[in-house]
């Protein structure tokens, strides 16, 4: 990535999306995420491989959002290190690729040393012994909302990190 604009933040958009917040909301709200690497996580669902073996991945797989909000130093490192674009590589050809590479390529500190990454599989623990369901409060990098379910009740700020 280009460091001639520090300071410009791309965002993509399903096309199905559309922004919650205003461009100053934005910036204070990666402000407060202070370079942290912000992806749901899940456990991961193997039929999404399509016949690929979970020991070829290069990491510990784990279910995440299409989104995911990050750092330029994340981003940076993601492109340029080779580990993450052997995984990549290996996510080719699986059922929504993109919903398996963020809280892989993050959620795996003693394999891939990601800037503002996270520990995966000790978060799901955790969250599991505390309420027996996986809790995503913390996920601020999307709000979803399926056709097929009724309207969350939203309650105060969806991105949860504003003061």
Known sequence: ???????????????????????????????????????????FEYYRLNRKLPRNSPLPLFKTSLS??????????????????????FLRGTTCADES???????????????????????????KLRNQSIDNSYYVSRYQQYVNRPPAKCQGNPFGVMA
Not at 35 to 42: D, K, P, Y
Not at 121 to 127: A, E, Y
Request: charged letters at 20%; one cysteine or more; aromatic letters at 10%.
């Open 1 to 43: 990535m280009s460091t001639c604009y520090p300071n410009i933040h791309y965002f993509y958009l399903s096309g199905v999306d559309a922004p919650l917040k205003s461009n100053l909301e934005t910036v204070r709200i990666l402000k407060a995420l202070n370079g942290s690497f912000n992806a749901e996580i899940n456990p």
């Open 68 to 89: 995911a909000t990050f750092s330029r130093e994340s981003a940076n490192f993601m492109v340029s290190n080779t580990k993450v674009l052997e995984q990549i590589k």
């Open 101 to 127: 590479l963020w809280a892989t390529v993050a959620g795996n500190p003693k394999k891939l040393a990601m800037p503002g990454g996270f520990d995966a599989r000790k978060w799901l623990r955790k969250s």
